[in-house]
């Protein structure tokens, strides 16, 4: 099934003007169920409730409110919020250009493939002078009244958009507070070395499942069917504390597996 586009935007940088087609570069595939009464089956519906008297809430009848830190409530009308969304637009300004992995992945939120909107010339072009300049853009927009920065950039020749994280939401490295305990000794070394070289392969994605997905839908069409299911939990290995008992032991298992 072909992919549909999720939003119209023009890419600008310059006095260039490309429009173009956004689609997500990912989909979720998680499994959703349905909230039922356990007595008659029937689906149930979340609401708000007003705690003090069980009584439920219209959204009509509701407003936003901010807890500070010291316990009160800054009350907001919906008019008042949306005067402060940003104006809403089709242009994606390309405000520089980067040496390529300048953005690590720290900074990466949601991806998308760019689509020619019309003229497949101009589209050509721009994933030509991206792939010639070897260079990421850098990107501001707004899109469906919630502003976005991201970086322009090629995958396997398609020009792509990924929005990033605000500076606000990456927490730095130096708030992690430094690790204690012995250095690890010649031979622990040698042997982490020896397990690194045995699990050293390319990244194949689909080797790679999300299995507790799997299980739930095996699971899912085993009842549909009417069968008797047993579900076998999974049982987790315990950890360790003697590492160079267990550097062994992986070392011992990778030997065996080649």
């Known amino acids: 099934m072909p992919a549909r586009a999720m939003w119209k935007g023009v890419i600008r940088f310059g006095e260039v003007e490309v429009p173009v087609k956004l689609y997500s570069a990912v989909q979720d595939r998680s499994v959703h169920f349905r909230l039922l009464h356990e007595k008659d089956r029937s689906p149930v519906k979340q609401a708000m409730v007003n705690p003090d008297t069980d009584e439920i809430v219209p959204h009509a009848e509701t407003r936003r409110a901010y807890r500070t830190d010291e316990g009160s409530l800054v009350v907001f009308d919906k008019q008042e919020l949306e005067a ?99 250095a690890l000794d010649a031979r622990e070394l040698d042997m982490a070395r020896q397990l690194i070289g045995m699990l050293e392969a390319d990244f194949d994605p689909e080797e790679y499942h999300d299995e507790y997905r799997e299980r739930v839908l095996e699971l899912i069409e085993a009842k549909r069917r009417g069968k008797s299911v047993k579900v076998t939990p999974i049982r987790r290995r315990e950890a360790s504390d003697d590492l160079s008992k267990a550097l062994e032991a992986s070392l011992k298992k990778e030997r065996k597996r080649a």
């Open 84 to 182: 402060l969304e940003p104006d809403s637009g089709r242009d994606i300004e390309v405000i520089r250009f980067m040496p390529p992995q300048v953005v690590d992945h720290r900074w990466y939120d949601r991806p998308y493939y760019l689509g020619p909107d019309g003229s497949e010339s101009l589209y050509f072009a721009l994933a030509e002078a991206l792939a010639n300049s070897g260079k990421e853009g850098l990107a501001r927009w707004v899109m469906r009244k919630k502003s976005y920065v991201g970086a322009l950039r090629l995958h396997r020749g398609v020009p792509m958009l990924m929005s990033l994280r605000h500076e606000e939401q990456v927490v730095p490295v130096d708030a992690l507070e430094p690790p204690k305990g012995k």
